[in-house]
């Protein structure tokens, strides 16, 4: 098979190391160490830090297989509380990228294939009209079972994982699947989740561990995190969102706002869709800072990672599968991951995503210099992100506590990749 992958070019001794700041009592500025051929990111990450004002973030970029910048800075709650190189933050549907890698893994182990039905290892799927839906179908969103708002009485189910295995069993696609796609922005997780837990036998959280987590020895990559470590946890800043009171009045009001003027100009997409897949009944009253959320396993939603963790798994994909001895997955397996399957507008967000299996594409300003041709990731709300780079073996990863934005990040992250990309072309 031909590769799409560059070489691995290797970097000529240790990257020099630039200290932005030691010890500082500003918690606005910035921590860490940076090769100077990154310098620009540097700048563009301390203007994220909010200042006055809580909140932070940690950035890390791997650009040949070498760390080239890891950074944090900001607080990690509103009592002024220092970001630590340790800490951690809730990084939402930067989550799915995570849990779809380690499903690729488990093909490249022959446990399952893409091709085949869900039901074939989880059987009671099978029920509605969904014998024939395949794992390919599900991580390309193709699977028709978006529609969260039917499916519970209430958002605090989603940290019951056998209530809402048992809601997926029970329901009905609907469209047709495999005829056009929807995003699952909730439903995903559980989904491939599922699939995980049924073909090892394990816990999801163990098989995260053990094909992820521990190979590459990384620092902070919870799906479901740990009574241990909750004290890492950064506290989310969502201002007028926090809790979500009152927000998704105001988010379905300003979908509304948006789908009539969709329809004016004739554009052809229903936010309505996307209400049914991101807001169901009692969004308000769960408590996204709450213990007990970042607790549950929640593959599509409640990551709780660093930025270090994030970007030395996508850094393993963006070299072919392999880093630093450590091969991770088949150059031929993620081939078969990163191949685009889908290229029109989504029935939920309106434009298209490009949907790979698991990942979309990498969002970044302009198609020459900073555009992304050959890559993956996933964003998040909030935010975050993290992606790979195959042509460049670059990757990115961003986590931070402050901010809404949308379901697929802001201009924060779409920025930060831009900058980055034009370093490393640069190089």
């Not at 039901?119 to 839906?133: L, Q």
């Not at 936010?271 to 593959?299: Q, T």
């Not at 409640?302 to 798994?313: C, E, H, I, Q, W």
């Amino acid at each position: 098979m031909a590769s799409f992958f560059s070489s691995d070019e290797a970097l000529v001794g240790a990257a020099p190391v630039l200290h932005l700041a030691s010890g500082a009592s500003n918690p606005s500025l910035v921590e860490g160490y940076i090769h100077p051929d990154f310098w620009s990111v540097a700048r563009l990450f301390k203007s994220l830090i909010p200042s006055p004002g809580p909140g932070g973030a940690a950035l890390c970029i791997y650009h040949r297989g070498r760390k080239v910048v890891d950074l944090w800075g900001g607080t990690v709650d509103s009592t002024g509380a220092r970001w630590n190189t340790d800490t951690a933050s809730i990084s939402y549907s930067t989550t799915k990228g995570v849990a779809s890698t380690l499903l690729h893994i488990l093909v490249d182990k022959g446990l399952l294939d893409y091709d085949e039905p869900v039901a074939r290892h989880w059987p009671e799927f099978a029920y509605g009209g969904k014998e024939k839906i395949t794992v390919r179908q599900v991580m390309c969103h193709e699977a028709g079972l978006y529609d969260i708002g039917s499916m519970v009485d209430h958002a605090r189910r989603m940290l019951d994982w056998e209530y809402m295995v048992r809601a997926l069993e029970a329901a009905y696609p609907i469209h047709e699947p495999g005829k056009t796609h929807g995003y699952h922005g909730l439903t995903y997780g559980y989904l491939v989740g599922e699939i995980i837990q049924r073909v090892t036998g394990k816990k999801f959280a163990q098989v995260l561990e053990e094909e992820i987590s521990k190979p590459l020895a990384l620092d902070g990559l919870f799906i479901g995190l740990p009574a241990a470590e909750a004290h890492r946890k950064a506290t989310l800043q969502l201002g007028g969102l926090q809790g979500h009171q009152g927000g998704a009045a105001r988010t379905r009001a300003y979908l509304a706002g948006i789908n009539r003027w969709l329809q004016l100009v004739g554009v052809p997409v229903d936010l309505r869709e996307a209400e049914r897949a991101l807001i169901p009944h009692g969004i308000d009253e769960v408590d996204f800072n709450s213990p007990e959320f970042a607790a549950a396993c929640i593959p599509s939603a409640n990551g709780v990672f660093t930025a270090r963790s994030l970007a030395t798994l996508y850094a393993t994909l963006a070299g072919g599968g392999e880093m630093g001895g450590v091969r991770l997955i088949s150059e031929k397996t993620l081939h078969r991951a990163s191949t685009v399957q889908n290229r029109t507008v989504d029935r939920v967000v309106p434009f298209p995503m490009q949907w790979r299996l698991g990942y979309h594409r990498p969002f970044t300003m302009g198609l020459g210099s900073g555009g992304i041709r050959h890559g993956i990731g996933h964003f998040g709300f909030g935010g975050s992100g993290a992606w790979a780079d195959f042509d460049r073996n670059l990757a990115v990863a961003l986590t931070l506590n402050s901010g809404v934005g949308t379901p697929f990040g802001d201009l924060r992250i779409v920025r930060i990749g831009t900058a980055a990309t034009r370093c490393a072309d640069r190089r």
